[in-house]
């Protein structure tokens, strides 16, 4: 959970328009984002931006349209420039970066999944698949290795050589994953990756990478806009609203203590059962002593949807959790239930429906 | 006396005018039958617009058309001989290129001319069918004893056609990465769009000797480079900007962008733009027989010389021939090009 802090941004903001520098002295001066294009005529794109993305993490950001997410993805590859602030990679500020060691940051450290693919349609799934390394210099002999090695990995061996108008949306996506991973690259940035697919694909491009997850312990900066999705890849959640974070913490910590209404709004149509898992609600031990009365044990990653499936529904039972066979505390039912219900549940859903 | 007289009057440059008077100044046609009548009163209706004759009438001073145009001529000339001087030794290498093309398409004889014209139709489009309908329509031209004629038309297009993409691609490449490239070339390609195709060939006519193929060559190649330049352009701009962000967001150096992105997504408009060209070519080298161009096109203005009606008729038939072919290879070659990349 405490890996070291891999991708740094440090009061970052970003302001488009004519003279950024000068509307960039409006905003730190306490202009609001409406002012700011009602006088000045500059749209402001981010606004004092601070995130620690730590390694081997999921970062998901989240946010709606305009909430200035794929603005802030492609500042880490410096795709746009920043009016100011930092960016660091381990350490090192990106900004900073000449050309070169720029195209070399965006070769070997980085590499991006998009949206709408943006796979070359004139290339074989194979030849695409190897492009992160083909443009390194390798010989293609050389990167068709690798790319046949990620293709089979994301489960599209046998499509080597078809073009990317012969497969599928879903088939499509997993070539850009396939892409990426070629690059070997330690950090991947994925831009609505899944947004274009349709919901089923989508859970199921969502497990894949999960299960990528595991095993190459990957530093992702995740975009999207869907809660669910977020909330299901998420290590750590940040919540982008009109270019600013709203909040930034552990997903479960969000849902249990929303700072803001705007996410109170957001986290009141969700299925809290099957995100917040037991850790988040029980009573730590503390080197206290089991209860008697305790139903059986529960594992501190489950999810509460388990709990209540063990249970049968009974809401008098408690448990003890453990974490690797240890015991580390208790789960009383009453408090599962009173976790599933939202703070401000049932005005946000009246008023939205 | 001249209608404009009170303007000059009124102004007090009476004076001015009258010193500049030579007496002896030429005169048109039309002045001296207005002699005749002088003296008679010009009706309202014919009331001249102040053109420089109008004016001159009233003012010496003030030069008539045809010296104008006369400036213009005596600019050109004075600037010819300069402008010969860089140019031709500059463009000398076309005339080459012509010649032996030319030379080539004729002395090769029918019976290998036919298979190689077949592989070069199978090479670009993999179509039988196409090598059939090429090889009946030239033989056909042949049967009728304009082989010879056909065969200069073709080898004059092969040369200009790849001399336009040769220059026409990387003119266009330049522009589609520079705005103001972009902003300066356009009105040049308009100009060069719609003036009318003859007019290309009076400039050309005093810089170099008529007996030279170049002449005719830069005509053809200034009148056809236009759309492979456009379509080039309009081609690169259009590519996906998600594939190019892409692109960039590997570390893409802009050569490898280049060449291995935008121009093989551009391609299909690539390819549409060398379609024009050639057509435009083909226009253009019967208009150019007028200066020497030999092929087909001579045949036609021998017709129109001549009033010989069947010899016009029969070679404007084998132009269209020509043009069929030459459109349908392009065409399914293009077709290729798309069938391979669609999105």
Redesign the interface.
């Known amino acids: 959970m405490t890996g070291t802090v891999k991708i740094a941004i440090r009061s970052l903001y970003k302001i488009f328009g004519h003279d950024p520098q000068a509307a960039l002295k409006h905003v730190q001066g306490g202009v609001s984002k409406t002012d700011l294009l009602e006088q000045y005529g500059h749209v402001l794109g981010l606004q004092d931006i601070n995130v620690e993305m730590r390694e081997s993490d999921i970062t998901v950001i989240m946010g709606l349209s305009g909430s200035g997410k794929s603005t802030l993805i492609r500042h880490l590859n410096r795709l746009i420039e920043p009016t100011s602030g930092q960016v660091e990679v381990d350490g090192e500020d990106v900004l900073a970066y000449g050309e070169q060691r720029l195209r070399t940051l965006r070769r070997e450290s980085m590499s991006m999944v998009f949206q709408k693919f943006a796979l070359l349609p004139h290339r074989t799934v194979a030849e695409n698949a190897g492009t992160t390394l083909q443009v390194r210099g390798v010989r293609q002999r050389d990167y068709l290795k690798d790319a046949w090695k990620w293709l089979e990995r994301v489960g599209l061996g046998g499509y080597e050589n078809h073009y990317p108008h012969q497969l599928s949306g879903g088939m499509q996506q997993r070539v850009g994953i396939a892409r990426a991973l070629t690059s070997n690259s330690p950090i991947m940035l994925m831009d609505e990756a899944f947004s274009a697919l349709d919901p089923l694909i989508r859970t199921d491009m969502q497990d894949l990478l999960l299960e990528l997850q595991k095993e190459l312990h990957k530093t992702i900066v995740f975009i999207t806009h869907d809660l669910d999705e977020a909330l299901k890849l998420a290590d750590r959640l940040v919540i982008l609203k009109d270019g600013y974070i709203v909040q930034q913490d552990e997903p479960q910590h969000i849902l249990l203590n929303p700072n803001d209404p705007y996410i109170e709004d957001f986290v009141s149509d969700i299925n809290r059962a099957r995100v917040l898992r037991v850790r988040s609600i029980m009573t730590p031990l503390n080197g206290g002593d089991l209860p008697d009365d305790a139903q059986g044990e529960v594992d501190i990653n489950d999810t509460l949807e388990d709990t209540i499936a063990r249970s049968g529904g009974d809401t008098s039972h408690s448990y003890v959790v453990t974490r690797e066979g240890t015991p580390v505390g208790v789960l009383e039912m009453t408090n599962l239930v009173k976790a599933l219900v939202p703070r401000v549940a049932s005005e946000a859903g009246a008023r939205k429906y | 006396m001249a209608t404009y007289d009170f303007l000059f009057d009124g102004l007090g440059l009476r004076d001015w005018c009258d010193a500049g008077k030579t007496g002896d100044a030429p005169q048109s046609m039309a002045n001296l039958l207005a002699k005749g009548g002088a003296g008679k009163d010009t009706p309202w209706w014919e009331f001249p617009f102040p053109s420089l004759d109008a004016l001159n009438e009233a003012c010496a001073r003030i030069v008539q058309s045809r010296d104008m145009t006369k400036a213009v001529e005596d600019g050109f000339l004075a600037i010819k001989d300069v402008l010969r001087f860089v140019l031709d030794p500059m463009t000398q290498p076309l005339s080459w290129i012509l010649d032996f093309a030319l030379l080539v398409f004729e002395a090769a004889p029918w019976w290998v001319m036919f298979p190689i014209l077949m592989a070069v139709v199978y090479l670009a489009t993999k179509s039988v069918r196409l090598i059939g309908f090429v090889t009946a329509c030239i033989a056909f031209l042949a049967f009728i004893d304009h082989y010879g004629f056909a065969m200069q038309t073709l080898a004059i297009i092969f040369v200009c056609a790849f001399l336009c993409v040769l220059f026409g691609v990387p003119i266009g490449i330049a522009m589609s990465r520079s705005d103001r490239m972009q902003r300066m070339t356009i009105p040049v390609l308009d100009m060069l769009q719609t003036l009318p195709p003859f007019v290309y060939l009076i400039p050309l006519i005093f810089l170099f000797s008529v007996t030279e193929p170049k002449l005719y060559g830069i005509a053809i190649i200034l009148y056809a480079i236009v759309p492979v330049i456009r379509l080039t352009d309009l081609g690169i701009r259009l590519v996906?900007r998600?594939?190019i962000?892409?692109a960039?967001?590997?570390?893409?150096?802009d050569r490898?962008k280049l060449f291995?992105?935008q121009i093989?997504?551009a391609?299909p408009n690539i390819m549409a733009g060398v379609n024009q060209t050639i057509m435009m070519s083909l226009a253009m080298v019967v208009i150019a027989s007028l200066v020497s161009a030999p092929g087909l096109g001579v045949l036609v203005l021998r017709g129109i010389r001549n009033l010989e009606l069947g010899v016009g008729l029969i070679s404007g038939l084998g132009i269209v021939l020509l043009a069929i072919v030459l459109d349908r290879v392009t065409k399914a070659a293009l077709d290729r090009v798309n069938a391979?990349?669609?999105?």
Do not use: C, H, I, Y
Request: net charge negative.
């Open positions: 996906d998600d594939v962000e892409a960039d967001s590997f570390g893409m150096t490898q291995g992105v093989p997504l391609l391979a990349r669609k999105v």
